[in-house]
């Protein structure tokens, strides 16, 4: 999830070094994709921690299979110590795999490496899709996405006035609101029959869409920038040494992204 600002993809791909990267990482997925779903090591494993069939994901203080309502809310916690242990899975397929932030203040749309079915070589490509599991009134097939208007996408300056917001609670609700936009967005309508749109933008299947961890590394990212304003300490106390279940970690644990080992942009350089 390092990031020195260099460009990689039309400008809204965020990478560590070279395109290089995109090749590893996309080959750290493919690998991941082939395993067996009962594997560890495998997508539809470590992608079942956030919906279908665990549901230990974190949004708008709900958690769990059951939907329990908490009076906090570990939206960004949780999902930070879960890129954490993804990236992890993806190092252990291919170790040079590095996870991307997507800028989608660029306003220009998916980047072209989540948006191409196939690979120079006519090889599928492990960023377009990821396997689904078999799920009740669903069997196991490939993930699925209709992106909306890229004009709808949130502006530099919208983002920008997050920033200045010095309550942690009101950053975190405002900037999950554009989180669950974004994964509205991504979804779309399906062309076909004009109905709920991809599995990006549901709950149970989000992330089993490889767009979804470098969505979620740019919300990350936008919270590392609010901290680097507004400090890591600004934060409920009583919600420091809560454990961010099924991860190791406690609230505490993942506030100082440099304690973690990784590091993002904190401007873009555009050519």
Known sequence: M???GS???SVVLRLQAEQSDIASLTDAYAKM???SPTDNRSWIYWAGFHGFPNYYCWHHG???ADGSRFPYNLFLPWHRAYLLYWENAARDQNPNAVLPWWDWTAQTGVPAAFSEPQLPDGSPNALFSGPLPDMPDSPARPTRRWPG???QLPSPEQIDSLLGLTSYEDFQTQIEDVHDFIHGWMGGVN???NSQGGDVGMIATAAFDPLFWA???TIDRVWYLWQLRQGITNIPPAQLGLVLTPFRYTVRDVLDIRQLGYEYATSVTVP
């Open 191 to 193: 062309p076909d029959d």
């Open 149 to 151: 208007d890229p004009a």
């Open 62 to 64: 709900r958690a769990g």
């Open 7 to 9: 460009t990689t993809d």
């Open 33 to 35: 994709q082939q395993i």
């Open 215 to 217: 969505h979620h590394c």
């Open 2 to 4: 390092a990031s020195n």
